[in-house]
């Protein structure tokens, strides 16, 4: 077996592709590059990405929006895409597709008339007026002791004032920082484009064209988009950005304002507590029961989407449902599902949705979107689950991800983690979905991953090196919504914690 980083990849079954997964970098080069390193796979020659022979990589979304990478990332996976077509399999995040809403929201005809606020936004974002009025209100002197300023909403902009701050670049920044949750953004690419072009200076002007000219023809976003997906398979494994159940609908309602046109209507399909987006394409009125079936029509419908946004003036209704669709809001959506409780604890797949799965020949079902502690987290069940977004790995660091990066290479029914943790010490595990337990080596599948209660203490990884003693080493892991803790323990430990 070839190894790198000191971790084997040992083959599971003939004829199974090996499939090398990356998800959520959001625009952190680093840590993108970091998890290229990792893998057997796929490397890095020449600043381009490359695939080692026979392996497939599937990127499981979110390019852009929280580090000053996204438009490297972006064009080192679209030029990939282009080099080795089916080799490279795409699935679109909600970070990637909103931002095909700038080709509308910062046309000269949109920046005539003040903007809505889109679909899916928290109820407490602030609208586009006040933003202005918050950047006049930066420029009015300090109130007296004792007084304070009006709040921003107050702040009633003469004509003159709010056609003079009513400029492309402060529209740009409203749109990031307010309706996608991308603060900050605006200047991130500032500081990129400095480092791609070598400029000691840009301008407002250049970041502005940065972002049009990404989901422009020909621009790297773009391509991506038309070439990616929603959901792919490959064996025995169904990929997909966020997943196939989420919390309540209606509850989403409550946090966030969806009274826009086309807001889905259609039945809804609740089990367990959670809604189903499984079997779900926009547009049919009956759901598709075969697994494979229903991501084809889905795949093809997101590609009809993606054509009818860039389409000028973009086709409506499905532009518009398109972005719903990849926000909060009520359809029921693979793009923002969630496989989580309202505490952020695991929680296993409703009955229906692992004997659809099952049927159609799927054990795994691999997804990112929502982040999950410092390394992927595994959900063991008839059909197995994998958490490997960890884009909130280390909430003291800037970026709040630290130095955790891990990778998931998978063949057939075989699952290898390898990455390290938020201080560096290396994490690899190998788990096995559905009956190919059988065919695992001796010490191959570790099964104490996964094992425990996801409602208290549970195995989230396997160190990659034994203790002083030879003894394997595990870390352990509570989440209680935002709080995270850890611990690590010997197997001896962990089997007796556990009553394994």
């Not at 199974?16 to 998800?23: H, N």
């Not at 994998?386 to 800037?398: E, F, G, L, R, V």
Request: aromatic content about 8%; glycine content about 10%; some cysteine.
């Amino acid at each position: 077996a070839r190894m790198n980083c000191g971790f084997p990849f040992l083959r599971s079954r003939k004829g199974m592709q090996r499939v090398v997964y990356i998800t959520d970098p959001e625009g952190n080069l680093g840590y993108f590059e970091e998890c290229i390193k990792q893998s057997n796979g796929v490397y890095l020659e020449g600043g381009e990405l490359q695939l080692r022979e026979s392996w497939t990589l599937v990127f499981g979304g979110d390019v852009c929006d929280k580090a000053e990478g996204s438009l490297r990332i972006a064009r080192m996976l679209a030029s990939a895409k282009k080099r080795y077509s089916e080799r490279v399999q795409i699935i679109c995040g909600n970070r990637d597709f909103n931002k095909l809403r700038l080709r509308l929201e910062l046309s000269d005809a949109a920046m005539a008339s003040e903007p809505a606020l889109p679909y899916g936004s928290p109820k407490n974002t602030i609208s586009y007026a006040a933003f202005l009025a918050n950047l006049t209100a930066e420029q009015v002197p300090p109130p007296p002791k004792g007084g304070c300023l009006p709040p921003a909403d107050a702040l009633m902009l003469p004509p003159a004032v709010y056609e003079a701050l009513n400029t492309k670049p402060n529209r740009l920044r409203w749109t990031l920082d307010h309706t996608m949750g991308a603060q900050g953004e605006f200047e991130r690419r500032r500081l990129e484009l400095q480092v791609v072009t070598g400029q000691a200076k840009v301008d407002d002007g250049q970041v502005v064209d940065s972002f049009l000219e990404s989901v422009a023809e020909g621009g790297a976003l773009l391509e991506l988009l038309r070439h990616g997906q929603l959901v792919v398979c490959i064996d025995e494994t169904l990929f997909v950005h966020g997943g196939l159940i989420t919390a309540s609908y209606s509850k989403a309602g409550v946090k966030n304002a969806i009274d826009h046109p086309h807001t889905f209507a259609g039945a809804v399909v609740e089990e367990e507590g959670f809604e189903i987006a499984l079997g779900f394409v926009p547009g049919l009125s009956e759901r598709v029961e075969d697994v494979k079936a229903w991501a084809d029509k889905l795949n093809k419908w997101f590609r009809q989407a993606v054509s009818d946004s860039v389409t000028q003036p973009c086709k409506e209704p499905n532009a518009s449902i398109a972005q719903q669709y990849v926000t909060y809001g009520n359809w029921p959506s693979v793009v923002m599902g969630r496989h989580l409780n309202d505490k952020s604890q695991p929680v296993p797949m409703p009955r229906s949705v692992t004997t659809a799965l099952l049927k159609s020949g799927f054990t795994r079902l691999v997804i990112g979107h929502t982040p999950h502690g410092n390394c992927p987290t595994v959900v063991p069940g008839h059909c197995q689950l994998i958490m490997a977004d960890t884009s909130y790995s280390n909430m003291s660091a800037p970026d709040n991800r630290g130095d955790a990066a891990s990778i998931v290479e998978i063949e057939g029914a075989r699952a290898t983690v390898i990455g390290k943790l938020e201080d560096r010490t290396p994490i690899a595990y190998t788990v096995y979905s559905g009956q190919d337990v059988m065919r695992a080596a001796p010490g191959e599948n570790h099964v104490l991953v996964g094992a425990g209660d996801f409602g208290g203490w549970f195995v989230k990884a396997k160190l990659a090196s034994k203790n002083a003693g030879g003894e394997d080493e595990y870390l352990l892991c509570s989440v209680e919504g935002f709080k995270y803790q850890y611990r690590r323990l010997t197997e001896s430990q962990v089997r007796a914690e556990i009553k394994l």
